[in-house]
């Protein structure tokens, strides 16, 4: 987030972000196979407040090695699964609703909001694309979204962690925890560098001991710029994961809470601004392009041998 000028936002400043041409939600290429929830925990209280007393859900940290498995055997685990579902996660659409808001400190509530709900679909070419399928009025007007706030949204809030990934990372075990219901492992992730130009995750890491994903990350984006005058900031954050499939573990939800301090400068005054931004990602589908088959330039796909047409759609790819 940059802390806006004084003057007031004109009409131009008041249109949505990430607005893209529309296109059919629903290619006639592709055939959605609806996913079935699996295991999940509730969300806690607080979830953006990752302190030493830790909120309701969370069992006491036992800080001792597990037994019969090293801490580099969970870490390349964790790896493999999780470029596993990254390139499964790139074969579903799904749902995703971003609010951001200032919240008054007279009266606790939001004085100004961004809200925008986005399909992350495919297009009849099987290409990733983004419908914008609803994004009334921008009201900030004490905060702008900055191009570093919308990359935390694509590849921050939804954490992964994938083995290519590893060698940024500096990872350190902190234990075994309970969360809910599930047992996990407790790891602490930061960049090992600072790449100029690049953004990073850190902070806690919880991982299912049953099927080495992640489950759960709280933390923040770094580096953040604090340059007197042209701060950038992002409040902390909390995503939990949910089993949607039966395989894999996919974001659902993320709370970023925080009060975001601005020093004076460029023609306005320093200000602290308490930030509320959730994001919700919803309705998981998997798809997939089904096959057509091409006769002397004709699509005979559902031709039947006496000429007439099939109503009979072609059984769907098998998931991979």
């Not at 996919?250 to 970023?256: D, L």
């Not at 009060?259 to 200000?271: D, K, Y």
Request: aromatic residues 10%; charged residues 25%; hydrophobic residues 35%.
């Amino acid at each position: 987030m940059r802390a806006r000028s004084c003057v007031r936002p004109g009409v131009s400043d008041m249109k949505p972000f990430f607005v893209i041409p529309a296109a059919g939600l629903f290619a006639l290429s592709l055939v959605s196979l609806s996913v079935a929830h699996g295991r999940a925990f509730a969300a806690v209280a607080n979830p953006g407040v990752m302190a030493a007393d830790e909120p309701a859900g969370f069992g006491p940290l036992d800080p001792t090695p597990p037994a019969g498995l090293a801490i580099d055997q969970i870490i390349a685990k964790m790896g493999a699964r999780e470029s596993e579902f990254k390139r499964a996660r790139d074969n579903y659409i799904f749902r995703q609703t971003v609010k951001v808001d200032t919240i008054s400190d007279d009266n606790g509530k939001p004085d100004g909001e961004y809200l925008q709900v986005t399909d992350i679909t495919f297009n009849k070419d099987g290409k990733r694309e983004e419908h914008v399928v609803f994004a009334p009025s921008n009201t900030l007007e004490r905060v702008i979204m900055s191009p570093t706030d919308f990359d935390e949204i694509e590849h921050r809030l939804p954490f992964i962690l994938t083995t290519e990934d590893l060698p940024q990372y500096d990872i350190k075990y902190q234990g075994r925890q309970r969360v809910d219901d599930l047992d996990t492992y407790v790891f602490e992730a930061g960049p090992k560098t600072l790449e100029k130009g690049k953004h990073y995750f850190q902070g806690k890491v919880w991982i299912d001991q049953q099927d080495f994903q992640i489950v759960l990350i709280n933390g923040k984006t770094v580096p953040q710029d604090l340059r007197k005058g042209h701060e950038d900031l992002q409040p902390p954050f909390t995503t939990y994961y949910e089993q949607v499939d039966g395989k894999y573990w996919f974001p659902t939800y993320t709370k970023a809470e925080g009060i975001l301090h601005f020093t004076a400068g460029n023609g306005s005054m320093s200000q602290d601004v308490h930030m509320r931004n959730i994001v919700k990602y919803t309705d998981y589908k998997q798809f997939h392009a089904t096959a057509r088959i091409i006769y002397n330039g004709e699509d005979i796909t559902d031709k039947r041998e006496d000429g007439k047409g099939s109503q009979q759609q072609p059984p769907p790819a098998k998931p991979q």
